[in-house]
């Protein structure tokens, strides 16, 4: 071997050293880097990419402080909650006193963390209620008896609750209203309590007001306001969608409920 050959592969192994070293601490910074960027989305937006059950400092979210009584409403995209710690955080005097949870939706779906959210709700002494999501493409009593199968309420309990916030384009809304209604009718003969309807303003406003549902606990949707602008009573104000609870990965619609802890508790099932 020549020693011109001898220089140009000495010279080929240097160049391929260089960019060796080069690349293995660029992919250390580019690490770090990202784990950097993975912790300030963590703290900066409560996005909660480790463990759930991490303390929180905050909910997060401005609440409206002329009321005393704070819940949550969940649902599978919650997933797996620690309940012990909801119980637990308390932010000054607020803290978590009642949660909604999804149950069922249509004919035939139920939530697949309802169960659990169900049970362990109850046994962290928070108040809890189950709620409907309805369908109004889909016969309003087979929708109540999947509510009713999969629902069992017990005493202190808050009253089922109807999700109701779309319509049904091929149908005419006096149908819609008339399932809305017989799916109330049908909950209220079997749980022996007046259940309660969920919306927004628009969609009561649009299709509800004046059409008999004035004797049905309120609970109203209605995001980033200070006031809760509706010319109905209400019980129930869902005021945000993008709270932060220790325990709950991601976030979570927080509400307030119109009254002190006893109005809460004397509307309960008996």
């Known amino acids: 071997m020549t020693k011109k050959n001898l220089k140009r592969k000495f010279l080929f192994f240097t160049i391929?050293?260089?960019?060796?070293?080069?690349?293995?601490?660029?992919?250390?910074?580019?690490?770090?880097?990202?784990?950097r960027t993975f912790y300030y989305i963590e703290n900066k937006f409560g996005v909660n990419t480790t463990d759930q059950s991490k303390n929180l400092k905050h909910f997060g979210i401005p609440i409206p402080p002329e009321y005393s009584v704070h819940g949550i409403d969940v649902s599978k995209y919650q997933e797996r909650i620690n309940?012990?710690?909801?119980k637990k955080m308390r932010v000054d005097s607020i803290c978590i006193s009642f949660?909604?949870?999804?149950?069922?939706?249509?004919?035939?779906?139920?939530?697949?963390?309802?169960?659990?959210?169900?049970?362990?709700?109850?046994?962290?002494?928070?108040?809890?209620?189950?709620?409907?999501?309805?369908?109004?493409?889909?016969?309003?009593?087979?929708?109540?008896?999947?509510?009713?199968?999969?629902?069992?309420?017990e005493k202190g309990d808050l009253p089922p609750v109807l999700d109701v916030e779309t319509i049904a384009t091929d149908y005419?809304?006096?149908?819609?209203?008339?399932?809305i209604k017989n799916w109330l009718t049908i909950i209220e003969k079997n749980y022996h309590i007046k259940p309660i309807i969920y919306t927004n303003i628009d969609f009561y406003n649009n299709y509800l007001a004046e059409q008999g549902f004035e004797e049905y606990p309120l609970w109203i949707a209605h995001y980033y306001e200070k006031k809760l602008k509706i010319n109905q009573s209400w019980y129930f104000w869902q005021h945000s969608d993008s709270g932060k609870v220790n325990g709950i990965k991601g976030l979570v619609d927080f509400n307030i409920f119109n009254g002190n802890m006893t109005d809460l508790k004397t509307m309960c099932k008996n």
Do not use: C
């Not at 391929?16 to 784990?35: D, H, P, Q, V, W």
């Not at 963390?113 to 046994?123: D, G, H, T």
């Open 83 to 86: 309940w012990e710690n909801v």
């Open 16 to 35: 391929g050293m260089i960019l060796s070293i080069f690349i293995f601490f660029n992919y250390l910074e580019i690490s770090r880097i990202a784990i």
């Open 172 to 179: 005419p809304i006096d149908n819609t209203v008339k399932g």
């Open 99 to 153: 949660a909604f949870i999804k149950a069922t939706e249509g004919k035939t779906i139920i939530d697949r963390y309802f169960s659990i959210n169900w049970e362990n709700a109850r046994k962290n002494h928070i108040i809890r209620g189950a709620y409907h999501f309805y369908r109004p493409d889909i016969n309003s009593k087979m929708q109540a008896d999947n509510f009713i199968s999969n629902v069992v309420l």
